[in-house]
């Protein structure tokens, strides 16, 4: 700011909330003349303005009550008024501004405050005017004055800021929830102190300098008190209001019968806040996917910040904006480290975009993110790990779940995003026979893998094979994504030995008196173990058979199947819910018997173990931690949500069934139409403060007000009978 081409200096800088705007505030009065006020930093040239100001005068003059305190109620010889000044901008200049009186001789003026001498004769109840002139501007105010002697506000004080708590105040107050108040001391004109918060209030008048960064009980220069009890004593509170915000306000009181002032400056301090900023390179950032960018935020004190509330918020925070558009809460916590978050649907196709990243203190870090092509199927790398390619004289089908694919970034696929490009393209895997002689020992009896149909091979003839699989797109086969793999056919002359998995414990649903459901079924499986420890599975109606002193189980076993059907006769011991009945595996090839115990029980599907996993089916992965946003209250229905994006509870029973959770409920229903009730749910905070309601019961509930970003708890869930388990949950 520069007046006749002198700088002139300035004390203080304040910056609007929106950015768009500051207050200067100088070390002098402004005096008249031009000002002109020069902006750099926005623009390549200074942005320039100029304003003409005349030199301070008074605008307006006040006096304060319509009544005039006495010295002595029996004899009064004084009586005292306040009055108050101001000049054109609304400052208060009462103290340094000389005024005229209607009777210099009888009425003196200082610091707010007109003393008037009165008569012999004078009386409470007597009228006196009083008019205040300002000479060099002509502004005057005037009232008749009635004298007083009523106690009245004399005297005030403020003693300091309360908390029953004893927090301290800053921007992170918050006023809705934690009572701060300045404690004011009040006394009459007697020396008597008033408690009673209407008669203090209406004795006095207050002015705020700021009060945008924290506000005081009553409307405009009103007063509004509390009473408050402080170690048995009775006090005058002045609660302080928000919202609140880093800086000061200077409060002063004024007495409007003595004009005696008490002030106070309320210092709301700053809490952690983001100075320093640097984006980095992800490894890859692909079209149609969520992208996270590793990024660096320390304070003004140098100090790394990585609690995402702090990084998240309006004002404290960093603001993110991608191509120049906002990014909302961009900032979430990844195995310890924090990342800024591009939603996949902000990267609809590839390219170049520009990300931008300005701290609290407007310090700019930027980042042209190179953003690649949308993964695609590259390369078989081959068969699962759990695939055996070990078979029988028998047919195999071969699926997408059962292969290794990369897109094109080395990165091995999801068999659902395998899938769904096959869905989308027109594409196919397709399964190739090398020699395709009489002699060889796999004959491809279905070629194509869909995303919904398998390839199908049958081992013919005692060897090895190599089988190709090629990418597909619709129209050409892709070379360089061929993989070749190795089968193996025996026909079981060379096993080494033989083994049976236990078979565990069979539900009887006859004797639970519930319908039969194919889910409880147990298999007997049944391996022939090669020389290199790879296992085949035995076909039951070639390779074993299954006998047992029970007719009915042996029957039921002979399809290598435990149905337990209603057929199946057992018999129970008194308040047994259990039978053991032994069966044992004949391998047909050698004679080799092997023994195992079948348990029976008719006790109804209960559950035994709970996990939250992300998918929609019971295959889905279980997860220890849980993402949520701060839009909608946190319940069980946040975590059983029916969606194969989201999450969802899956039980097991104590066959080892698994069963989805019903959707926003939680209610378990067995394949045996055996239901467990929705589990109690149990909120225990981390980090923040939560609103919780109906802690611990089927419909506890956070309510969405205080989930924050960075907000962090866990949840516990609980089943009849016992089964729990408990995720973390972190507020995005």
Known sequence: MKKAGITANISKVTFADDKKSAILELSTKLTKGEYTVNVTGLADQALSNSVTVDDEHVAKIEILSDTAVVDNNAQPTKATVAYKVENQYGEDITKTTSLQTNDNSKISLANGVATITLGTNAKVGDKVPLTLIDVDTATSASKVLTLSSAATVSDVAISGIYNKDGKTLNEDS????????????????????????????????????????????????????????????????????????????????????????????????????????????????????????????????????????????????????????PLPKPFVTQDNAVYVKIPKDKLETDGIYSLVAQSSTFKVSTLTLNVKKAAVPTVIRGVNSDFSTTLLKTTKNISVDDLVVEDQYGRVMSADDVKAYLNSNGAKIVVKDTDSTSSSAIEVTSSDITANTPAAIKGVNKGNEKLQFVLNDGKNDIPSSTADVTFRVTDGTEYASYTVEDIGTVYHEAGAEAPDAAAYDKEIKVYGVLPDGSKVQLDPTKDFTVTSSNVDVEKDAADGIIDAADTLNLTYAKDANEVVVPVTITINANGQEIKKDVTF???APKVQSVAVVKGNTTKSSPVSTVSIDNKIDFSVASLTTGLDSSYNIVVTDQYGVKTLATTTTGVVTFPDNTSVGQPNVTIIPVKGTLDITNNGTKSATVKSGSLTSGTEFDVKLTYAGGATTTVHVVVQ
């Open 601 to 603: 029980s008719k006790v």
């Open 174 to 325: 918050d006023l809705s929830k934690d009572d701060f108040y300045l404690l004011v001391d009040v006394k009459d004109q007697y020396g008597n102190t008033i408690t009673d918060p209407t008669k203090a209030a209406e004795g006095l008048i207050k002015s705020q300098s700021n009060p945008t960064v924290v506000g005081t009980a009553g409307t405009g220069n009103n007063v509004s008190f509390t009473s408050l009890k402080i170690n048995g004593e009775t006090k005058l509170g002045l609660k302080l209001t928000g919202p609140v915000k880093a800086g000061d306000n200077k409060v002063t009181l004024i007495s409007t019968t003595s004009g005696k002032t008490a002030t106070y400056d309320i210092s709301v301090s700053e809490t952690t806040r983001t100075d320093a900023v640097t984006l980095s390179q992800p490894s890859l950032a692909v079209a149609k996917e969520d992208v996270l960018v590793p990024v660096s935020v320390f304070d003004k004190q140098g100090k790394a910040v990585t609690d995402t509330k702090i990084l998240n918020d309006s004002t404290k925070g960093v603001a993110i904006s991608l191509n120049g558009s």
